[in-house]
């Protein structure tokens, strides 16, 4: 019973991750239609397409962080870390980047950076919960909680720069972060 349980938990993970990986592209694909230097106003069926790309990406992204979530929890249940935890880190890490990018670098704070925070913290509680249930080891725990932190640090460093940049490279400091999250979600469960 615990078997099957730790391998329900797991494809809870697998899943969540298919799903953020979704998320990620659709969310690529509004920012493409919108957001490109030659996009000028988008009107018409691209801006439908585009906006649809965005609600969608919106409901997989959710659902996704639903599923990692729970399997995570699953995976970690008795033995391993609590997801509060890695919650109140989250919003403790969130006010405290708020406040250095917007007193530091004078970012005015969007949306992007609750996403990758929550991102971050939830992709951490999910390696931690890995090792507790026996799918990695601990060096391997290491190496995925560091691949983490590079593609938070590279979230970060393009969220600092996106205002500075000229258009075409502040379209492309947009789009990188989105990329790395979905080729971690894809490349993840088919790891484990």
């Not at 406040?99 to 999910?126: D, K, M, S």
């Not at 691949?147 to 969220?159: K, Q």
Request: some cysteine; aromatic content about 14%.
């Amino acid at each position: 019973m615990i078997q099957e349980t730790a391998q329900s938990a797991l494809g809870q993970l697998q899943g969540g991750h298919g799903l953020m990986a979704l998320c990620a592209v659709l969310y690529l694909a509004w920012w493409v239609v919108f957001f490109r230097p030659d996009a000028g106003k988008v009107q018409g069926p691209l801006y439908w397409i585009g906006a649809g790309c965005l609600v969608v990406a919106a409901i997989a992204g959710v659902a996704g962080a639903v599923f990692i979530a729970l399997g995570a929890s699953g995976l970690a249940a008795g033995t391993g870390p609590n997801g509060w935890w890695f919650a109140l880190g989250a919003i403790a890490a969130y006010i405290l980047l708020a406040w250095a990018t917007a007193h530091f670098w004078n970012r005015p704070i969007t949306t992007e950076l609750l996403l990758f925070v929550a991102w971050g913290a939830l992709e951490l509680y999910a390696a931690c919960a890995l090792e507790a249930g026996g799918i990695l080891g601990l060096t391997a725990t290491w190496c995925l909680a560091a691949i983490i932190f590079c593609v938070f640090a590279l979230s970060l460093a393009c969220y600092v720069l996106y205002y500075r940049l000229a258009a075409t490279l502040s379209f492309v400091a947009g789009a990188l972060p989105l990329s790395a999250v979905g080729i971690f979600s894809t490349i993840l469960p088919l790891l484990l």
